[in-house]
Nanobody, 122 residues
Framework: QVQLVESGGGLVQPGGSLRLSCAAS????????IGWFRQSPGKAREELSC????????YYVDSVKGRFTISRDSAKNLVSLQMNSLKPEDTAVYYC???????????????WGQGTQVTVSS
């Protein structure tokens, strides 16, 4: 069964850090592009970061560049998103998605996780 499962969300104070994980079962992540997205109430889903299949090129939206880092652990078949210097506006449900064609550019996502809540508040 093909599945993506996010974990690592929670409540953190402004300026704090969290590390989200996106674990895959039923397929190998190595050749897939993996994207991280978030959505908060009343707002459109926003793509934050992506790591391409194969060469592992990484991409970030400007709002998280320098604060978030995406990485892949092939041995564990997961992709992580390290989030530092968190702000209240980072509060959202965070999702990962996988693209079979390995491209971060085309934006065609085949599988989605169920999401994990991140709340940044004092």
């Amino acid at each position: 069964q093909v599945q993506l499962v996010e974990s690592g969300g929670g409540l953190v104070q402004p300026g704090g850090s969290l590390r989200l994980s996106c674990a895959a079962s039923g397929f190998s992540l190595d050749s897939y592009a993996i994207g991280w997205f978030r959505q908060s109430p009343g707002k459109a889903r926003e793509e934050l970061s992506c790591i391409s299949g194969g060469d592992g090129s990484t991409y970030y939206v400007d709002s998280v560049k320098g604060r978030f880092t995406i990485s892949r652990d092939s041995a564990k078949n997961l992709v992580s998103l390290q989030m530092n210097s968190l702000k209240p506006e980072d509060t959202a449900v965070y999702y990962c998605a996988a693209s079979h064609d390995g491209s971060c550019v085309r934006g065609t996502w085949d599988y989605w996780g169920q999401g994990t809540q991140v709340t940044v508040s004092s």
